[in-house]
């Protein structure tokens, strides 16, 4: 994991998720090459997530950081949780998100976890419920549940009441 300074000036961490060696056989021999998914946070509640593919893992890596901060999403928190249970799908994958109670610990698989720490989430329950255990996928199905999120001030404006100042 490295350290990296945005456009914005907070360190950017990025974590590689996922490598892929494909190779592809030619008349002298094979040429490898290497597609990378990574997971980029500042730790404070953005996150995103980017492929990259290249003959050697350092260019990808480095193709799929730029893939990753085009589009950033901002992880709503309740505390060091989340508001709420939510479910995100795409594609056959689908990613179950539940609050946990202070203490808990992040309690996801390799994808999940991973996008959920450089979140900024703490402790939250997760399972990946769908069809598939592509990591791509489900880590856009991950990002569709985190997009899907919704603070208590934010439903109450939507319903068109008051916010609440107890809670």
């Known amino acids: 994991m490295t350290e990296k300074q945005s456009a914005s000036g907070t360190e950017l961490n990025e974590r590689v998720v996922f490598i892929n060696r494909v190779s592809k056989t030619v ?11 990574l997971a980029v946070g500042d730790g ?19 193709k799929g950081m730029e893939d990753a901060k085009k ?19 795409y594609g ?14 992040v309690i996801a698989g ?3 976890r991973a996008i959920m720490e450089l979140g900024g989430i703490k402790d939250v329950m997760t399972k990946v419920v769908g069809h598939t255990s ?11 549940a985190v997009a899907a999120l919704r603070t208590r001030d934010e439903i109450m404006t939507l319903r068109g009441k008051k916010k609440s100042e107890n809670a």
């Open 27 to 37: 008349k002298g021999g094979k040429r490898f090459r290497f597609s990378i998914l």
């Open 44 to 62: 404070e509640g953005k996150v995103g997530i980017g492929m990259g593919k290249a003959r050697e893992i350092s260019e990808a890596v480095r």
């Open 71 to 89: 589009d950033m999403i901002l992880v709503k928190h309740n505390g060091k949780t989340i508001p709420h249970p939510v479910m995100g799908r």
């Open 92 to 105: 056959s994958a689908a990613v179950l998100l539940r609050p946990a109670a202070d203490g808990t610990g």
């Open 110 to 112: 390799s994808v999940v």
């Open 134 to 144: 592509n990591p791509v996928n489900v880590a856009r199905a991950t990002l569709a």
